[in-house]
């Protein structure tokens, strides 16, 4: 296992973090819970290999999570690591409500507090929350009353969102972030990166394998890694590119067996800061552009042609289009779609007005791909 400095904070950190958002499940009746001893003997093995830092947040595994982290880090693990909970700030109705929601996760943990306090999922519109229910004032009596060591933030948005956010508060101790070769210019994107990393800001970095997408690439991708002279497979690509950067300390991966964690482990024995050589960094732009290419609808997701006067969600249903295009899972696009027709979202809502085609920027035959789209799905479903 590699360790970093975490930022300026003055102590070191594993380079893999465990994201407990995918823990070992077992059904009950026909409810998937989390089975707590395949869990804890999981979360605990991973520290004895040399993981120090444990993310949670209070809806994973439907508020399961933080109690089963709380179990396994009893008999000594609490010592050994960072430990990060985050605020659930859809829950936050009045101000008092975020004081009562953190006492709730440190019961629900069982610590006197934790190491970061996150806000969960944060946003342009979030931030707006926070800032009128006086977010820093939290946070400080959080700090100063010893139930909290450092606040942070979780992010997803895009750029301008991120450096609003970045920049409004002077105690950030931390910021996570989507981060992802493919990911390179979405989210906080490696400018919001480099900011963070300029302000002293450490971040750690979620999804870094898409949710698991880019650990099973399609042909074109898999041809790519089996041609380059580097021998990684496309797991090691993934987080090798991450672990390159400076400002990023720890690199969550969400774990459900010891397979995973066993491989992920003798992964991380290897990555360094700077390990990638230019010819590598080249590689994975070339791995972003094969992905990229199977994108068959080239919209930018820059919502000129919305609203559509039928309400069709012209972006989302070219995003869930390209998406099960770009890693070749059709099922991914069927269960978006299939949600999109419940709300009246979809498609076959068009009637032609072309409206959506004279705004958008790309000349995009949008009434065509729509067409083409719900047909191909309506052929699948038969
Ligand atoms: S052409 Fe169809 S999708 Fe485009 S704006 Fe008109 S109704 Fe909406
Ligand atoms: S205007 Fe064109 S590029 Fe922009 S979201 Fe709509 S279809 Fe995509």
């Given at each position: ?37 395949a ?9 004895d ?13 439907g508020g ?5 982290v ?10 050994k690591?960072?430990?990060t ?44 929350k ?48 989507q ?61 090798a ?44 732009k ?56 419940e ?22 035959s ?11 799905y ?5």
């Amino acid at each position: 296992m590699q360790y970093v400095p975490f930022g300026k904070h003055g102590f070191d950190v594993s380079r893999l973090g465990f994201g407990c958002m995918r823990l070992p499940t077992r059904m009950e009746g026909d409810k998937q819970v989390v089975d707590q001893e395949a869990a804890i003997a999981l979360i605990r093995r991973g520290i004895d290999g040399g993981i120090t830092y444990v993310d949670t947040a209070y809806p994973y595994h439907g508020g399961e999570s933080e109690i089963v982290v709380g179990k396994a880090l009893k008999n000594g693990y609490r010592e050994k690591v960072t430990l990060t909970t985050k605020l659930p700030i859809w829950a936050v109705n009045e101000e008092k409500d975020m004081n009562r929601l953190l006492d709730e996760q440190l019961k629900k943990l069982d610590v006197p507090y934790v190491d970061f306090y996150l806000l969960h999922a944060m946003n342009n519109e979030r931030m707006d929350k926070m800032i009128a229910f006086h977010y820093k004032d939290f946070l400080a009596q959080a700090v100063r009353d010893g139930r909290i060591k450092r606040p942070g933030f979780s992010f997803h948005d895009g750029k301008e969102a991120f450096l609003r956010i970045l920049h409004d508060y002077d105690n950030w101790g931390m910021a996570q972030i989507q981060f992802n070769y493919l990911d390179d210019q979405e989210q906080a994107t490696v400018d919001g990166l480099r900011e963070a990393g300029r302000m002293g800001i450490p971040l750690v970095v979620m999804e870094p394998l898409r949710g698991g997408a880019l650990a099973n690439p399609p042909k074109n991708v898999r041809e790519l890694m089996e041609n380059n002279p580097h021998k990684r497979s496309a797991v090691e690509w993934a987080f090798a590119y991450i672990a390159d950067y400076p400002e990023v300390a720890t690199i969550l991966s969400g774990m459900s067996s010891r397979q995973q964690l066993d491989d992920n482990l003798r992964v991380f024995d290897t990555l360094t800061v700077g390990g990638m050589t230019d010819a590598d960094r080249q590689f994975a732009k070339e791995l972003k552009q094969a992905y990229l290419s199977r994108m068959p609808v080239k919209c930018t997701a820059c919502q000129y042609c919305q609203p559509c006067p039928q309400n069709v969600h012209i972006p989302d249903i070219f995003q869930a289009y390209n998406s099960a295009k770009m890693f070749d899972d059709p099922g991914r696009f069927r269960g978006r779609y299939r949600e999109m027709i419940e709300k009246a979202f979809d498609a076959s809502n068009c009637v032609q007005c072309g409206a959506c085609e004279a705004a958008c920027p790309q000349h995009l035959s949008i009434i065509d791909w729509l067409q083409t789209i719900d047909k191909e799905y309506r052929e699948t479903e038969k």
